[in-house]
Structures are given as structure tokens and as C-alpha cells.
């Protein structure tokens, strides 16, 4: 009795989640940054939250293109036409050419998965809202910035010299093959006289 209950109520989700159910619109069900962003801490995702607040000047809970636009010149970093158009693109997943708070969660996501071109805006914008301000967060906020990006490079570093190894390991690897084939030839040389 409990298995078919149970099945039955995974089915119902089921359907809830590809918008099959009759009444449940998946518009309707209720998104929780918290847990589909969980590579953030409550904190991070707390500050993300009041940037994109800032800058959602029409407080429409999107940030459109000319909100966009003032953000970039604020940060310093100013976007052509074009520019800006791609930037919203990118994260864009409802084609309704503004970026809400998911789609600005998304910039920091894949800025941390390396999704990012270093030329693009979102790098840009990124990069620029990575920059610490030591008045608002304080020393120790910032001691703990300045942590975070020695580990950042330390694991580059590391990642960088695991290649080095094994790029001189396959160089070695060639060598002893090199001379093992010279010695077999040297060897078949000896029985062809």
C-alpha cells in the first residue's frame, strides 16, 4: 500500500515538474536560489541578491538593457550597443531579453565553471564585482577576499604544474621508447650480418 502511495506521488511530481499536471503551471511553482545554486553559501548568494537589486532600477525584479548599461558604467566598465545585447544573451534562458535574479546567479556560475570568455561583458562584469571594497566589507571581509584569491591561484598553480609532470612524463615515456627501438634494430642488425 505505501510502495503504490509512493509511486503515485512521484508520478504527480513528475508531472508537476514537466508542467503536465492540470492547475500547476511550473511558472507558478516557487524557486529557491538556495538550492539550486548551492556552490554559493546562503551569504554570496545574499550579496548577489542586493546588487541585483541596485541595479534593478525599475524594481521589476529584471535588470534590462539600460539597466544593464548604467551597471556597466558604473563598474567601469562600459558596453557598446552590441556588446550588451550579447551580455544578456548569453544567460538569457527565457528569451525575454532581461536578466532576472537566476539568470544573474547564472554569470557567477559559469564564471566559476570557466564558462566564461575572458573578452566577453559577463567577464567583465565578473570580474568587476569580484573587486573587493575594503570600506563596505571591512578588513577582515577583505582578508578573507584576498585568502580566497591565493587559493584560487595556489589550486592554478598546482593545476598547472600536474601538467608540467605530465607532459615531462610523456616526454620521458617517448625517450626510453626511442631508445628501446634503437636497441631492437641494433640488435636485428646483429642477426642480419
Do not use: C
Amino acid at each position: 500500500m505505501a510502495t503504490d502511495e509512493l509511486a503515485k506521488k512521484l508520478e504527480r511530481r513528475e508531472k508537476i515538474n514537466e508542467g503536465n499536471e492540470e492547475g500547476v503551471s511550473p511558472s507558478s511553482m516557487v524557486w529557491n536560489p538556495y538550492t539550486e545554486f548551492k556552490e554559493f553559501s546562503r551569504k554570496e548568494i545574499q550579496a548577489f541578491q542586493k546588487t541585483f537589486n541596485k541595479y534593478d532600477v525599475g524594481k521589476d525584479k529584471f535588470i534590462d538593457f539600460y539597466e544593464l548599461k548604467l551597471m556597466m558604467e558604473k563598474l567601469g566598465a562600459a558596453q557598446t550597443h552590441l556588446g550588451l545585447k550579447a551580455m544578456i544573451k548569453e544567460v538569457d534562458e527565457d528569451h525575454d531579453d532581461k536578466i532576472n535574479f537566476r539568470e544573474f546567479l547564472l554569470i557567477f556560475r559559469k564564471a566559476a565553471a570557466g564558462e566564461l570568455d575572458q573578452g566577453s561583458g559577463l567577464y567583465e562584469l565578473y570580474q568587476r564585482m569580484s573587486e573587493i571594497d575594503v570600506d563596505a566589507e571591512g578588513v577582515k571581509g577583505a582578508a578573507n577576499f584576498f585568502q580566497a584569491k591565493i587559493e584560487i591561484q595556489a589550486k592554478s598553480n598546482k593545476f598547472e604544474e600536474e601538467i608540467r609532470n605530465e607532459q615531462e612524463e610523456k616526454k620521458k615515456q617517448a625517450e626510453e621508447a626511442k631508445e628501446r627501438k634503437q636497441a631492437f634494430k641494433e640488435k636485428a642488425q646483429m642477426f642480419n650480418q
